[in-house]
């Protein structure tokens, strides 16, 4: 079966990063832009790293330019955008398609996994799709989910009740 863990990305520093080292995280994968209504969600999605990042969580995010050109710079200036405008220092990589033929193999495969409101595809920045520490898509929320309304999602898979009835793993 595959997992999160079988995948790798380019950092937006340009060296691989292989995803096997988040095994035992939980993690929350998302695709981000600089110039979209939803931009503000960087804040949220920082606030969630730094709460849980001691207990075993992490934020990834790959910029797009898929969405009305949203994500227009470069890989130097969307790493500085969102170090000096939203304090981001949780894992960013390359910009990458979501969608289409050249949809990064990790995104395909999140997208298999789960279903959104308007089917497999991805429909606008900021979707977000959350993986237990086994490696596999246990939710996906849509771009207008404030990362706020995912505390409690993370907070039990955390805990081990990823079941979400109360029993812990």
């Known amino acids: ?18 995803f096997d080292r988040f095994a035992g995280q939980v993690v929350l994968v998302v695709n981000t832009a600089s110039e979209c209504g939803l931009t503000p969600q960087y804040d949220g999605l920082q606030k969630l790293h730094d709460e849980f990042k001691d207990r075993g969580f992490t934020v990834l995010g790959f910029p797009c330019n898929q969405f009305g050109a949203q994500e ?38 999140l997208k298999s996994q789960k279903s959104g409101e308007d089917g497999a595809e991805i429909e606008w920045n900021f979707a977000k799709f959350l993986i237990d520490g086994d490696g596999r898509v246990v939710e996906r929320y849509s771009p207008r989910t404030a990362p706020e309304q995912l505390r409690e999602d993370i907070e039990q898979l ?12």
């Open 72 to 109: 227009p710079g470069d890989e130097a200036q969307i790493q500085e955008f969102c170090r000096t405008e939203h304090s981001v220092d949780f894992p960013l990589y390359r910009k990458v398609d979501v969608n289409g033929l050249d949809a990064h193999p990790l995104w395909a495969w």
């Open 1 to 18: 079966m595959t997992t999160l863990h079988d995948f790798s990305a380019d950092t937006i520093a340009g060296s691989q990063d292989v």
């Open 158 to 169: 955390l805990s081990g009740d990823d079941e979400g009835d109360g029993r812990t793993a």
